[in-house]
């Protein structure tokens, strides 16, 4: 499987971005797929899950902020996040899995960087 996470950047707080993770190798419209993200000097933690047929959870922290999506055409998963917080710093990573565990496939991740 391969995975390849875009779309990061530095963004004041207040701010948008719109991730993306390109998905090969694997039949991406037959998985479930999720977000997860790691803070400075933090574990990983789970962001947005989206099932195969398009059902969607998010994490308390960003519910209302953050809408995952995906494309089962172009095989690509996305997080569009609005209303970007400090505390929204991290890198973010896109995984198989609705709820993936630290040994589940995920890409390189990507930067996200809010400050003022």
């Known amino acids: 499987e391969q995975l390849v996470e875009s779309g990061g950047g530095s963004v004041q707080p207040g701010g948008s971005l719109r991730l993306s993770c390109a998905a090969s190798g694997f039949p991406f419209s037959l998985n479930d797929m999720s977000w997860v993200r790691q803070g400075p000097g933090k574990g990983l933690e789970w962001v947005s899950g989206i099932k195969r047929l398009g059902s969607t959870d998010y994490a308390d922290s960003v519910k209302g902020r953050f809408t995952i999506s995906r494309d089962n055409a172009k095989n690509t998963l996305y997080l569009q996040m609005n209303s970007l917080k400090i505390e929204d710093t991290a890198v973010y990573f896109c995984?198989?899995?609705?709820?993936?565990?630290?040994?589940?496939?995920r890409g390189q991740g990507t930067q996200v960087t809010v400050s003022s």
């Open positions: 995984a198989i899995g609705f709820t993936p565990t630290n040994k589940s496939p």
